[in-house]
């Protein structure tokens, strides 16, 4: 009875120490996105009725 409880604690910390390591991975993976990065801020219309305004 004992070797059934203690396989399943180690089953148990197997599958935290995993769901940790996928939430670390996921946290020093992620990269930082560039705001305004290739001209998508602040972009003037050059042709048309609205040519000069900014979106």
Do not use: D
């Not at 940790?20 to 801020?41: D, H, R, Y």
């Amino acid at each position: 009875m004992t070797g059934r409880i203690n396989k399943q604690i180690l089953e148990h910390q197997k599958e935290i120490q995993k769901k940790n390591k996928q939430i670390s991975l996921i946290k020093n993976l992620k990269k930082e996105v560039n705001i305004g990065a290739n001209g998508t801020q602040n972009y003037i219309i050059k042709k048309g009725i609205n040519k000069g305004k900014m979106l």
